[in-house]
């Protein structure tokens, strides 16, 4: 729904703050393109040479095999929650989501450490043989990267798979069994099908996810296009080489990108019918309670409970043998404060871009909101290399402050924000503020007393998302942090990297214990009003 | 002389090149009349209602209100400075807000912002939204007085007791007129209605019709109703503007449309109408149901071939076999009288309303005379 005004009511000041903010959105992405294509042949031929194709394939293979389990995982999830109705459903359907409130490099960071000789998987091993076992290490082995990014991400399919099973129209089904198809017939060739927007959706963010990890990958030492950007930029100092590599990988999200963005538009109507009614779920037995409930709880361990139990562990050995971490609330303090101030300014940044963007059509404000998406196709390391680019070129002053890390955080996580409120928006109809208008209230007024008010709840997520994503985020903050600043996030990684780990665990748990609830708090809103 | 509330000078609108909305049309509205724009769907009916409440810009023309232009190409009075008020067609009721904070909207602050420290940035008496409180005078009415204006915008909508509730907690009917109220609220010098009524069903509808009407009458207010309903125009409307493609093809009172139909366009959306084929020769016509005389010459001068207007009731039966031999092809009963489509020998199909005694069925013939009060015939369209 768009809103037409004559041009002469087109507000001014927030096309302004618009394009002050997407410009600004884009400047990353400016500048390492031009680091990356003014590397020179001498440089791209290196690459070519010896980095890149094994990048790509370690990076794609990644990806893919982590789309396909997450895809099974995912799907069989939501459609046990969705179409079976068995004991303490409701409690399994969030406790499932809650692995993403884990940071990837934390669950990377609990399984290399379980797999080290004297930990947790050797002592398993040893205990079921019933003597002295060996257990290899994981560290470079690609079916363990897959195993942590999977479980770290399936929840991003099984959300949306959940949400639009429950959506689904109980007439496609009928019309099918009417027609004679049996239960497998209609959940492989109806049922299945009719989801393929939101398992794309969900597989689109599980690659875009992989792309773009940093922390999961660098602790287990697998080799990808983020870790090798990283080490360009950090162990040589080579920023045409960095910015090379990068270009390559924003090439490949950027592809991504679009497809998703190709395939949601052709999709979106897909499941609007006259008569609509819900698919009633089938109440499970005893035997079928049982076999759901072990099926579940091994997702949950797995992702959830295994990682928690070990921190745990860990934290209390830490802090008998060496006593309370005393720096560590001076840690999460920094945390919050960044991840507080990223979330709270991307608010007001976010709305000149997704209000015009969802209210006028000309041509330059969905620019605008599409740079200000830019962010999404930038992994970690790009946006922290990019960001240290402009502070040092652009904004001299704000360079060795938090303000350039928050900054990072903006760009970076802007777009989640943007994504809830331009859903928000389009849920307001144009004609509210018209009917405001006509009532004698000038634009900014309607605004403010109408469809602020209306999108709250948007608004809302959007602050959570961006705060909780600025929380985990780790690359971008090792490269721009100022001297002693430290998050939790930045902790972990330097307490694993030196093999020094007493403060990684209590430093993870307290990071979990902020991010999980604030997950929680959205899903169970979220779960909430897709099954009211 | 009734005195002009609204002018509307020759006004164009396209969205895309070649393609007029609007297309050179001219209206006037007097003050305290209720003029119906009525057209089929897609004519550009909604498009005006916009372009007269300022959100759309005119490509050519001008809306002149009070004397003053408010809209012409490149200069545009905002919405909000207008004193227009309107009632959407689906109503737009702010959803966050209850009945009275619906109503008194444009007096300023809700419970929400009333809260806020910026309150008075958000009423309408603060700078620096005041453009529209300078314009309306008494948009900064003083708690008291407003207490007061909405009691009576309540008594005058039926609404009482109903102040607290949310928008979807009340009825259609009931939605309906707080729309009604919120738009009469800061006494605009003119209401708009885009289909007001399209969403209430047909019983109700009726009921909803007079008392908007009756509200609209005792507020004395100027309005501005779109609809493509005829039978909402003829009722509720003094005046009423036939609207096709874009252009006026008929302004007047509703008896004046329906018996003198200005165009074939109108005489075909208006009221229940077939055409028969019909030659001019001197001062009569010359059709398949006899020779009639032209009441008035001069509108045949220099038309050969025309197409005359047959409304059901125009017809009446004929027992002495007189008059034009017809076979039934279709029965639709409707009470009293009986509604028949007929085919003539040419194979020409008609409609009329015979008494309900007759009880004939298709296949059966029946003889029919023609009986216009006057005839009304316009140049056959070219084939």
Redesign the interface.
Known sequence: MRLRLPSSHRPLGMAVAGAAVSLTMMLPLVYVAGYGLGAGGKVWGRLWGNWIPQLMVNTLGLALVTAGVTFLLGVSLAVLITRFDFFGKRVWSWLLATPLGIPPYIMAYAYTEMFLPGGWAPQAASWLAGHEADVPMIYGRFPAVVWVLSLATYPYVYLLVRASLLNYNAAFDEAARIQGAGLWRRFLGITLPLQRPAIMAGLFLVVLYVFSDFGAVSMMRFPTFTRAIYLELVGRSDRASASALALVLIALSWLLFMQERRARSRSRFYQTGGTYRKLRPRRCGAAGTVAIWSYLTLVFTASFGLVVAFLVHRSVDGIRLEGWPADLWGYAFNSLFAAGSAATVSLFLIVPVAYLATRYREWWYQAYLWASYAGYVLPGPIIGMGVLFIAIHLFAPIYGTVAVVVLAYLIRFLPQGLQAQESAFHQIKPNLEEAARTCGVSFHTALLRVVLPLAKTGIFTGWVLVFVSSMKELPATLLLRPLGFDTLAVRIWMETSEEFYSLAAPAALVLIAVTVPLFAALFSRNLRESAG | MMDTILEIRTLCKRFEPGQWVIDNLSLTVSRGSLVCVLGPSGCGKTTLL?LI?????PDRGEVVKEGEVISRP???V????R????V?Q?Y?????LTVAENVG??FGA?K??GLLPWRRL?S?RGWP?S??AAR?GE?GLKPDDLRERLAQLFELTGLAGLERRYPHEISGGQQQRVALA??L??RPHLVLLDEPFSNLDANLRRRIRDEVRIVLDRSRTTSILVTHDQEEAMNIADRIAVMNEGRLEQVGPPEEILHRPASRFVAGFVGQSSFIPGHISGESVDTELGRHPLQKPAIGAGWTAVEVLVRPNYLQHCDNGHGTITHVADVAYQGTQTLYTLVLPSGTRIQAALPGYLTLSPGDSVSVRFRPPEIICYPAQKK
Do not use: K, Q, W
Not at chain 2, 83 to 86: A, S
């Open positions: 916009r409440c300022g959100f759309e810009t490149g200069y545009v905002p919405p909000e400075c004193r227009i008020g309107m959407f689906d737009a009721l702010f959803p966050h909207f444009g809700s929400l912002t958000l309408n939204f453009r529209a309306h948009s919120r738009a609220a800061h």
